[in-house]
């Protein structure tokens, strides 16, 4: 399963807390994150995520986790069985990308998408 660990002086909640709907376009590819939803314990964060690749939409969540080591852990929430298609790879990279550009003392750690954690195209 396509995922990213962040190391760093960073919660749930805070992203919860600065969450901000995204829209943008990257060769073709549309990518939303709409919502994002806190639970009780305040350790995970679901993110009501789309991206439309051929005009094919893939529903889904990015599920932001709290690992019993402080890191955070950004995934696809299994229960909608997505595709683990490109563009929601590279969606997972993004927003973690973001993430890293918004908390500085935050650093990328294990993942298994490294190489799409970067900017969008031309920006």
Do not use: Y
């Not at 932001?64 to 696809?76: A, G, K, R, S, Y």
Request: net charge negative; charged share 25%.
């Amino acid at each position: 399963m396509p995922h990213v660990v962040l190391k760093g002086e960073i919660t749930v909640e805070d992203l919860w807390f600065s969450f901000q709907p995204l829209e943008l376009t990257e060769d073709g590819v549309v990518f939303k994150a709409t919502e994002c939803f806190l639970s009780a314990d305040k350790r995970t964060a679901l993110v009501r995520s789309l991206v439309v690749e051929r005009e094919f939409p893939r529903n889904f969540f990015l599920k932001i986790v709290t690992n019993d080591d402080d890191t955070l852990m950004l995934c696809m929430e299994k229960l909608g069985q997505t595709e683990r298609a490109g563009a929601v790879k590279r969606f997972i990279g993004l927003c973690a990308w973001q993430i890293l550009q918004s908390a500085p003392e935050v650093e990328l750690g294990t993942s298994n998408i490294a190489d799409l954690v970067a900017p969008p195209k031309g920006a």
